[in-house]
Every structure is written in structure tokens, then in C-alpha cells.
């Protein structure tokens, strides 16, 4: 993989809002447009343990961030299927809707969803806790991604892959 450090000015931090995430990344991504440098890695996370992610990562020293795939537990179900190599992310807390800042009279807009997720060793329901955290961000479901019951459409080829296609993962 390419390293993106060598093309980026001395002094350079990436540590993007989530409004930023949202718009000028996962967004652009989504809709394959390119992004404004390839700092992100694309990644099956799921193939791997959360201390195996930091050498998959195109930047980064204590914060990661990837674009992922996101696969379905069961073929008709809507929800994500979060087993990892040696265990699985289990989502804590309460979801974040990611708002448009306001701007000139303009209302503020709900362009996406954060949600944290707590690595555990094992199987559900006896898995041991870790302390890695990640924060999941994807895009608020357009009404084209969505039947009249509120579901996700099946794919045309019968895949797992959840229609939004990729989230954007950062670990911590």
C-alpha cells in the first residue's frame, strides 16, 4: 500500500469532524467519487483482530480510520453481521445523528449515524470485554434504499452486503 504520508505537508493531522467524515469522505466514497487524498484504507476489518488493524491502516499513530464493507447477519435481515476473527464488536451506547452545520439560514440537515462499538474475545454471549473502541459512521438511508416496510432492498445478486455498500470505521 502506498504510503500517504509522503505526499502530505510537514505538520499534517488528520482528526476530521464527523460532519467532515460524513460529507468529504464517506459520502464521496459511497458515490465513487475520489476523495481529496487517499488517507482512508479500505478494509474487511472483519478478517481481523482490532491489534492487527494498525498495520492495515494507510495512516495514522494512535487512530485509524477505514472504509469497510458491511455484511448482513442473515440473508434477509437488515442487521449487520459484527463477528471478527477472534471475537465480535458489540454496539454500546446510544447512536449519534450526524447533523449539517448551519450555515447562512440554511436548516440543519441529518447526513449520517455514529455508533460505538466495544471489542469482545470470544462468543456472544460469553465474551470477555477489551478496551478497543470503534466508532461506526454511515449515511442516513436515502429513500431509494428503502422498501415501503422500512427494510433494505435485497441486492440483485443475492449478496450479504448491506445496501449502504461501506461505512467508515475509526477506531480508538
Given at each position: 500500500m502506498k504510503n500517504p504520508q509522503s505526499s502530505l505537508p510537514p505538520g499534517?493531522?488528520?482528526?476530521?469532524?464527523?460532519?467532515?467524515?460524513i460529507l468529504h469522505y464517506l459520502q464521496k466514497k459511497v458515490s465513487s467519487i475520489p476523495l481529496p487524498?487517499?488517507?482512508?484504507?479500505?478494509?474487511?476489518?472483519y478478517k481481523?483482530?482490532?491489534?492487527?488493524?494498525?498495520?492495515?491502516?494507510?495512516?495514522?499513530?494512535?487512530?485509524?480510520?477505514?472504509?469497510?464493507?458491511?455484511?448482513?447477519k442473515y440473508p434477509n435481515g437488515a442487521r449487520?453481521?459484527?463477528?471478527?476473527?477472534?471475537?465480535?464488536?458489540?454496539?454500546?451506547g446510544t447512536d449519534k445523528v450526524i447533523m449539517t452545520s448551519a450555515s447562512r439560514g440554511a436548516?440543519?440537515?441529518?447526513?449520517?449515524?455514529k455508533k460505538a462499538l466495544v471489542f469482545y474475545r470470544g462468543r456472544p454471549p460469553k465474551g470477555t470485554k477489551t478496551n478497543w473502541i470503534m466508532h461506526e459512521y454511515r449515511l442516513t438511508e436515502s429513500p431509494c434504499t428503502l422498501t415501503p416496510t422500512n427494510r433494505p432492498t435485497r441486492l440483485k445478486d443475492s449478496s450479504m452486503r448491506l445496501p449502504d455498500q461501506r461505512s467508515c470505521w475509526h477506531p480508538v
Open positions: 499534517f493531522r488528520f482528526h476530521p469532524t464527523d460532519e467532515e467524515l487524498v487517499s488517507i482512508i484504507a479500505e478494509v474487511d476489518i481481523f483482530d482490532p491489534w492487527e488493524l494498525p498495520d492495515k491502516a494507510a495512516f495514522g499513530e494512535k487512530e485509524w480510520y477505514f472504509f469497510s464493507p458491511r455484511d448482513r449487520p453481521n459484527r463477528a471478527a476473527a477472534s471475537g465480535y464488536w458489540k454496539a454500546t436548516q440543519n440537515e441529518n447526513i449520517g449515524v
